[in-house]
């Protein structure tokens, strides 16, 4: 849980978590990628989607060719949802690099997974996820998701 | 009883005998067939095919790593982890439980395991496309004489 005043940035994420939130939703599964997108577009959010780590930081402009935003640091993304067991790059590395980035270290990262492991679960929570969820995901869980992202923001 | 009331009866009836009675498909596939809407009226024929497609993949490459002069069971399990996750999400159950068997197999490096694994799935894949397709060609029938499908809690 983040803490400390609420920059411009943070606000802007509140208003747009209300309306249209875009998401950018990463997993190596063809199937899961197909899934969640359609529980986030089911939820009224505008989805991206990114089958690994490194894709989806060069969609967030994070990538090995970086570019400045010339648009300051609103950034395009209001959520992130990754896939914990990914080849190469894993859902915590990727994590990781979001929250070292000052552009995108305000961005919520949602982590999921297969797997109901405490120590992992909580290595994602220490590094700043802001939750964890279960794989197969269901319909109330993106609903759960939805409150929990606006009744975080203080 | 009309031709459409009993095409129903037929479907929840084979719906009830791949859940409960032979465990083929579990809750998942259920809430599956939640997320379809008219916005995505043929999300789940999608997926379902998708899911097919996949395992033929799947299936292949890791046949293909059996064969190779030093299998790499971590390359193999890196396969059906994905095989495992997939039929997770579409609710195929009995091969969900297949994959998760594999896994240890994999694990331990226990090549007899590992390919009646392998084959267990070959077969549990032909059944549920099988199944499947009979499935969605009730449903077919069933709209196209202008009924509706049951919903399933």
Known sequence: MESGSASSSSKALMENIVDQPHVLAVDDNVIDRKLVEKLLKNSSCKVTTAENGTRALEFLGLGDHRHNSLEGNVSKVNLIITDYCMPGMTGYDLLKKIKESSVMKEVPVVIMSSENVPTRINKCLEEGAQMFMIKPLKQSDIKRLRCHLMNSRT | ?153
């Open chain 2, 1 to 153: 009883m009309d031709a459409i009331s009993q095409w129903r009866k037929q479907w929840f009836d084979y719906i009830q005998y791949l859940r409960q009675e032979k465990g083929f498909l579990d809750d998942q596939f259920v809430q599956l067939k939640k997320l379809q809407d008219e916005n995505s009226p043929d999300f789940v024929v999608e997926v379902i095919s998708l899911f097919f497609q996949d395992s033929e993949k799947l299936l292949n490459n890791m046949a293909n790593s059996f064969e190779q002069e030093v299998v790499d069971f971590k390359q193999i399990d890196a396969h059906v982890h994905q095989f495992k996750g997939s039929s997770a999400s579409i609710g195929a159950m009995r091969i969900k439980n297949v994959c998760v068997t594999f896994k240890n197999y994999c694990e331990a490096q226990n090549m007899d395991g590992c390919l009646r694994c392998l084959q267990q799935l070959q077969q549990e894949c032909s059944v549920l496309k099988n199944k499947l397709e009979k499935l969605l060609n009730l449903e077919r029938q069933i709209l196209a004489a202008g009924g509706s499908i049951p919903v399933l809690e």
